[in-house]
Nanobody, 114 residues
């Protein structure tokens, strides 16, 4: 079973930037469409962005032009570069395949607040 571990979250001021990471236990990203999801307090988990093995990307409207998804297959790592962060970006962020598989990691918490 593939293990995905998210990291890099933290507290950042509005307008700031943060890069979160997702590390896979096996070579995975070169053959799977991978995605970032987030779950804000009191809300359901939702898709943020995904990237295909060919490098095609999708971003949900609320983060388009602010966030960038990427992978480094040599490091079995996926990233989400988040710029111009807003308080409404506050959430627990998770990585998974797209469509999502049944197993989720612990996530990484991102808090945007002054």
């Amino acid at each position: 079973q593939v293990q995905l571990v998210e990291s890099g979250g933290g507290l950042v001021q509005p307008g700031g930037s943060l890069r979160i990471s997702c590390v896979s236990s096996v070579t995975f990203f070169s053959r799977e469409t991978m995605a970032w999801y987030r779950q804000a307090p009191g809300k359901q988990r939702a898709l943020v962005a995904y990237i295909s093995p060919a490098g095609n990307t999708y971003y949900t409207n609320s983060i388009k032009d602010r966030f960038t998804i990427s992978t480094d297959n040599a490091k079995n790592t996926m990233y989400l570069q988040m710029n111009s962060l807003k308080p409404e970006d506050t959430a627990d962020y998770y990585c998974n395949t797209f469509p999502a598989g049944p197993h989720w990691g612990q996530g990484t918490q991102v808090t945007v607040s002054s």
